[in-house]
């Protein structure tokens, strides 16, 4: 099991460039979600999903776009990157059987400079 | 919407003392109250969690309280070691299963 995974591991951007940072995972896990990391302000919900085709907003999800069209794949796109957006994506899946959310798994994290 | 208050933001305490990190949540609905350590530059990691349906939960030198009329929990770390510094924060399971997280305490722990 390779767990969670998150490609690109560091990305420079400009000011208006549009990326995706994406995520998968190998343990067939219904939930998985998109948090920013910036230095004291926790963990912040972006978006999340609950299993394929369903997605919702977090806590700051302006900015950002999701799909999920598959199981494994959750990747999230700046359509139109601001310096704002300069911080750590941390992406992370669970089981929610029976619609409890099971022990979150993170992945590595991407690192984003937006100049 | 959802929110989760987490205090200290910052504790030293000399090795061997014992440290505890407390949080509040405003969601009553909420259930699952999972606790995670991150060291510097790496991903979170679970260390210990807890459901609505138990009070505390203890593993080793860590445990966890939980006040479900007081929407309050905190994390009890004993014995401390230089091996605990790092970043912890506090989550809370909201409506629909989205986990919203505190802001984190950075624990030093001084030889």
């Known amino acids: 099991n390779a767990g969670v995974t998150q490609t690109p591991k560091f990305q420079v951007l400009k000011t208006g460039q549009s990326m995706t940072l994406q995520c998968a995972q190998d343990?067939?896990?219904?939930?998985m979600s998109w948090y920013r990391q910036d230095p004291g302000m926790g963990l912040r919900l972006i978006h999340y999903s609950v299993g394929a085709g369903i997605t919702d907003q977090g806590e700051v999800p302006n900015g950002y776009n999701v799909s999920r069209s598959t199981t494994e794949d959750f990747p999230l796109r700046l359509l139109s990157a601001a310096p704002s957006q300069t911080s750590v994506y941390f992406c992370?899946?669970?089981?929610?059987?029976?619609?409890?959310?099971?022990?979150?798994?993170f992945g590595p994290g991407t690192r984003l400079l937006v100049l | 919407g959802e929110n989760v208050e987490q205090h200290p933001s910052t504790l030293s305490v000399q090795e061997g003392d014992s440290a505890v990190i407390k949080c509040t949540y405003s969601d009553s609905a909420s259930n699952y109250f999972p606790w995670y350590k991150q060291e510097l530059g790496k991903r979170p990691q679970l260390i210990i969690d807890?459901?609505?349906?138990?009070g505390e939960k203890k593993d080793q030198r860590i445990a966890v309280t939980l006040n479900k009329t007081a929407k309050h929990f905190s994390l009890h770390i004993t014995e401390t070691q230089p091996e605990d510094s790092a970043v912890y924060f506090c989550a809370a399971k909201a409506f629909g299963g989205k986990l919203i997280f505190g802001q984190g305490t950075e624990l030093s722990v001084k030889p």
């Open positions: 343990m067939n896990h219904e939930y």
């Open positions: 992370a899946s669970s089981y929610s059987g029976g619609g409890v959310v099971e022990t979150q798994y």
């Open positions: 807890i459901r609505s349906n138990v």
